[in-house]
């Protein structure tokens, strides 16, 4: 690996639609070592070649089993060692999560289940969450350090989403799902964004596509870069490209030098 990389993820709500926008150009123009995809809603085959020039050594995909729904990518200009996807955590068989190993590092892209469905949909979102921290705990039983980014679906605490206290019945800022990301991180796991830049306040990931929510900058931030304690003194920083349209949601990255 180069001594310093940088991983950008985007939760980019249908690959197609995006490449029609032509909204993943800017690309071209990153040296961005490692790009990670959610809600493509496509399968492999179905993934424009004209998404952006550059050229990645290696393209992993999980697609959902239901057509256009869900979806992950990895487009990465190092091999990995090892991918999977994870299918008994993602038990549904969504696409949900795109594994990939790189020497000692374990980078997990992840689109997590959102649960505002119903309660059956909730309850599945919490056992996807403790069985995805499962998953992670035995990697670093393993011997791998890790690093996690995509769509959590879950706001963790209330500088994270602009209207907190009228959210807090809804799936996405409800105190069990809160409490899990406070697990999360209890176990040795980095919020990225709150490490490097402290308690910054409206920054947000996601906004509704309704009432002008972008412009007005009324959102959430549920799309996170986790990293293991021991990849602390590595990371160099860790943002947000709000500027970035194409999507309702926008990308976020960190650098880390390995």
Excluded at 30 to 46: G, N, V
């Amino acid at each position: 690996m180069s001594d310093s990389i940088e991983i950008i993820s985007w939760n980019v709500n249908g690959i197609r639609a995006v490449a029609n926008k032509e909204a993943l150009k800017w690309i071209d123009e990153r040296q961005t070592d490692i790009l990670c995809l959610q809600e493509i809603k496509a399968t492999q085959e179905q993934i424009p070649d004209d998404l952006f020039e550059k050229e990645y050594e290696e393209t992993l995909v999980n697609s959902a089993t239901k057509k256009g729904y869900s979806g992950t990518a990895i487009f990465s200009t190092i091999k990995s060692d090892f991918n999977a996807i994870a299918e008994h955590v993602d038990t549904t068989l969504e696409g949900r999560i795109v594994e990939a190993h790189y020497g000692d590092i374990a980078l997990l892209n992840v689109y997590f289940p959102n649960g505002q469905k119903n309660e059956e949909r909730l309850a599945h979102k919490m056992k996807f969450y403790d069985d995805f921290l499962a998953h992670c705990e035995k990697l670093r039983e393993d011997g791998k350090s890790i690093i996690i980014c995509g769509d959590v679906n879950t706001a963790h605490t209330e500088i994270d989403l602009s209207n907190p206290k009228a959210n807090s019945k809804t799936s996405g800022f409800l105190p069990i799902e809160r409490a899990w990301m406070d697990k999360l991180i209890e176990h040795g796991y980095i919020d990225t964004f709150r490490y490097v830049n402290g308690d910054e306040k409206e920054r947000y990931s996601w906004w509704s596509y309704r009432s002008g929510a972008r412009d007005r900058n009324v959102g959430w931030r549920i799309d996170y870069f986790f990293i293991s304690e021991d990849l602390c003194e590595s990371l160099e920083d860790a943002f947000i490209l709000n500027d970035i349209k194409g999507s309702d949601h926008c990308p976020t990255g960190i650098r880390i030098s390995l």
